[in-house]
């Protein structure tokens, strides 16, 4: 009979094989969810947009802005996007966060139009009802002379 001798570094080789499949399928997950988040979140916006936590504002803040919101209740969640578009801000602002945004075009929905400031090219508009959403659309105006 023959005596069977194992491998002294076979075990060596078996746990470094293991460790570089497990190294390569952590990077493809990695590099797969990083993909996937690239592809499927809103680019960053170069048009000029500003979230103010203050509580003040005066009308020449206002002015020619396409749109202005300050929260004045305790809190209001906000959607304003790009008519057909792009979505600008989906949150939920707090009691004297401010927004502005200059776009030519706007779609607006508040969800307690009675929690909230809003002024649309420089002018103070109605509120709307507490409790109860409130749906718009807004255009850019010139400037009157």
Known sequence: MSRHRTDPGAGG?????????????????????ALFLALTSAPQRS???TLIPST?????????????????GRECHVFVSVPGGEVLIDRTLQHG?????????????????GAAEVHV???LQRPG??????EFEVSKTPPQS
């Open 13 to 33: 080789r078996l746990a470094l094989t293991v460790a570089a499949i497990a190294a390569v399928v952590a990077l493809a997950g990695v590099g797969g969810s």
């Open 47 to 49: 048009s000029p947009s």
């Open 97 to 113: 966060e401010s927004i502005r945004f200059d776009d030519p075009q706007l779609a607006v929905v508040l969800s307690d139009g």
């Open 121 to 123: 090219n420089g002018a």
């Open 129 to 134: 009802t507490p409790g109860l959403r409130l």
């Open 56 to 72: 003040s504002s005066s009308a020449a803040d206002s002015y020619a802005r396409t749109l202005t919101v300050k929260v004045t």
